[in-house]
């Protein structure tokens, strides 16, 4: 009987010292718990456990046990049993060696897949923390061991992108997500409560930034998260994204400092291993952290409101250039929506040209052409062309005589070379117009129109003072008379009546040219008017 078989061994262990126990009974004593466990004496096992003799023997031996207790836990559906087993779990927890339980439940978080690993994990993680805090040395270590091993498991999940996939979180991993906030909380809190910086403390630090780093890549480089904001708020993705910039700023990090310092040659990291490991993985996460910020709003008020957005633009390119060249669709919609935030920030030809000196100034258009030309996705090729027009219209003069010669000199695709001979011509005639059709109606009504109506009151007014001055030129010959004509207060010479009609004449003439002008002036703008309606139909 496997309970007899059992007790046997306890009785033979019992006589002998922790450090006197042989390898054939660690053997033995694995066996024959088993067995209890198969074939159910889960009572006796527990008494067994709990016995104060056994102590000793338990913990040395016991960690032996949470596997078979655990596979339990996962496959055993009796409500009775399963309490016995998380009692069993919770002796084991409390009793045996630390060290070998660590060891213990992380080869049990690596064994499943599929579904069974947020499973294993969801039960594992609050006995792991416990095991962990247990420790009194080589924590970090142990902590870093911990959250390495979980996020591997996690990484292989497949990650939810529609709101129904959120909600039905068939794999898991929003609850593992949010389970794995809860057991790294203890460990930044003893960061914050550390006020000497022991070199322990620094390590523990290290290892949960790389966590961080870890976790900003893989799930949340890929996720997708809700643009409304009432759904947002219930997000669990975003909720996860949240919480790990909260770490970084706890431990120190904050995210400021690690957005703006990437790609400078002055690192940030104190460790040589950290330097290597931003330069190879650490991008795509910089990245992530830079479109949870920046287009997200995630503890954006941490952001110091006097960077201009040309200097916000200037270090969000390198990640953006990270985000365009991943193939993914959810990856290369961040990196357009985070472009797209860099610029709607900026005024139209207000970039200057020099930032084009700078590589991905220049590397991100050419993507664009990629995405354009060759993405699967009609949204994200209509996007990508927005994007290179938006980014266009941003440069300076000379900007966009650069940027044109270097994509006619790369594109190699006529579409692309056609777009921009289009945008040459585009600003060719913005730089040569006068205004004068822009501002036709205001021209019209303002001036044209009570030009003509003064025009022709003028020229009525004249021509009947010319028939006056006929009809009584006899008059004005009997009688000798003459006309005086008075400027500013002083007479001036008198006029004669035949010079009077020549004056008359000559300013009608005048009238007549200007109407022929007006005449000619209106011809033109219906010309215009005429082929600019057509070239609207032509486009309908």
Sequence with gaps: MAVEELQSIIKRCQILEEQDFKEEDFGLFQLAGQR?????????????IQNEKNKVIIKSMGWNLVGPVVRCLLWNDKEDDKRKYFLMLDLLIKLCNPKELLLGLLELIEEPSGKQISQIILLLLQPLQTVIRKLH???????????????????????PYSKEQIQTDDYGLCQCCKALIEFTKPFVEEIIDDKENSLENEKLKDELLKF????????????????????????????????????LSAIGYPFPKMIFNHGRKKRTWDYLEFEEEEEKQLADSLASLAYLVFVQGISIDQLPMVLSPSYLLRFNMGHIEVFLQ?????????????LENG???????????????????????????????????????????????????????????????????????????????????????????????????????????????????????????????????????????????????????????????????????????????????????????????????GIK
């Design 326 to 338: 991943r193939t993914e669709e959810s990856v290369l919609s961040k990196g357009l929506d985070l």
């Design 212 to 247: 961080c780093f870890k976790s900003l890549k893989c799930p949340l480089l890929t996720a997708q998260f809700p643009e409304q904001s009432e759904e947002a708020e219930n997000d669990p993705l975003r909720c996860f994204a949240s919480e790990i910039i909260g770490f």
């Design 343 to 537: 610029l709607l920030r900026i005024e139209d030809n207000s970039l200057l040209h020099q930032y084009l000196e700078i590589k991905s100034f220049l590397t991100v258009p050419q993507s664009l052409v990629k995405v354009m030309t060759l993405c699967p996705v009609e949204t994200l090729r209509k996007k990508g062309l927005a994007m290179l027009q938006l980014y266009i219209n941003k440069l300076d003069a000379q900007g966009k005589y650069t940027l044109f010669r270097c994509l006619l000199n790369t594109s190699n695709h006529s579409g692309v070379e056609a777009f921009v001979i289009q945008n040459i011509k585009n600003q060719i005639d913005i730089s040569l117009k006068t205004g004068l059709w822009t501002e036709l109606g205001k021209i019209e009504n303002n001036y044209l129109k009570p030009l003509h109506t003064g025009l022709n009151m003028s020229k009525a007014h004249y021509e009947a003072e010319i028939k006056n001055s006929q009809e009584n030129s006899q008059e004005f010959q009997n009688s000798k008379g003459f006309c005086s004509v008075t400027v500013g207060g002083e007479e001036i010479p008198n006029m004669p009546p035949e010079m009077q009609l020549k004056v008359l004449h000559s300013a009608l003439y005048t009238f007549d040219l200007i109407e022929s002008v007006l005449a000619r002036v209106e011809e033109l703008i219906e010309i215009k008017t005429k082929s600019t309606s057509g070239e609207n139909t």
């Design 36 to 48: 209890c466990i198969d074939e159910g004496y889960i009572d006796q096992l527990l008494e067994i």
């Design 137 to 159: 040395s080589n924590k970090a270590y142990s902590v870093g061991l911990a959250l390495s091993t979980i996020w591997s498991q996690l990484s292989l999940l497949p990650v």
